[in-house]
Nanobody, 115 residues
Framework: QVQLVESGGGLVQPGGSLRLSCAAS????????MKWYREAPGKERELVAS????????EYADSLEGRFTISRDDAKEILYLQMNSLKPEDSARYSC????????WGQGTQVTVSS
């Protein structure tokens, strides 16, 4: 059974950092492109970052201004999102997604940036 389990969210002050993790199981993680999305109340879901198999290609939303870094550990089957210089507008539920042909979502982890 395919599973994606996110962790690492929480409450952080503006300017702080968090590292999100997405633990994968039930499929061959190394063969899947992966993505991080976020969704805030009243806003459309936004693609935050993507990473190809082997980590050869990474892409980010323009709005991030270089503050986030996506990475993967294929041996551990974990996807990461390092988030630095967090802003209140980064508050959202962050979910990982395994690309085609897996096409699977995690349940998400809440990130709240507030003083």
């Amino acid at each position: 059974q395919v599973q994606l389990v996110e962790s690492g969210g929480g409450l952080v002050q503006p300017g702080g950092s968090l590292r999100l993790s997405c633990a994968a199981s039930g499929f061959y993680f190394a063969s899947a492109g992966m993505k991080w999305y976020r969704e805030a109340p009243g806003k459309e879901r936004e693609l935050v970052a993507s990473i190809s198999t082997g980590g050869r290609t990474v892409e980010y939303a323009d709005s991030l201004e270089g503050r986030f870094t996506i990475s993967r550990d294929d041996a551990k089957e974990i996807l990461y999102l390092q988030m630095n210089s967090l802003k209140p507008e980064d508050s959202a539920r962050y979910s990982c997604y395994a690309d085609w042909p897996i096409n699977w979502w995690g349940q998400g982890t809440q990130v709240t940036v507030s003083s």
